[in-house]
């Protein structure tokens, strides 16, 4: 089993930075995806972005400027690095794991990103 830990969200005002982290603990072998998604009020989860354990990045095409993702795989620990933050930004960032080998799908408990205009 494997859990998910989110940190780093908060109340920011528009314009600013935020980083957010995520560490996983047990046991996660083999090809693996780790990435962050966001759910803002009354709006269905969607992606924000995904790494996996060789390195390919994938965002969503309207938040790659703007968005980094990067993780560690030694710590288990994937990060997201959000710039020049808008209101639209607020939204509950949760963070993944997908694993190929056994298939298998985590989410973390997420954590409140809120911009203040």
């Known amino acids: 089993q494997v859990q998910l830990v989110e940190s780093g969200g908060g109340l920011v005002q528009a314009g600013g930075s935020l980083e957010l982290s995520c560490a996983a603990s047990g046991r996660i072998s083999g090809a693996n995806v780790m990435g962050w998604y966001r759910q803002a009020p009354g709006k269905q989860r969607e992606l924000v972005a995904d790494?996996?354990?060789?390195?390919?990045?994938n965002y969503a095409d309207d938040l790659k400027d703007r968005f980094t993702i990067s993780r560690d795989n030694a710590k288990k620990m994937v990060f997201l690095q959000i710039h020049s933050l808008i209101p639209e930004d607020t939204a509950v960032y949760y963070c993944?794991?997908?694993?190929?080998?056994?298939?298998?799908?985590?989410w973390g408990q997420g954590t409140q990103v809120t911009v203040s205009s």
């Open positions: 993944n794991v997908r694993t190929y080998g056994p298939q298998s799908n985590y």
């Open positions: 790494m996996t354990n060789g390195g390919r990045t």
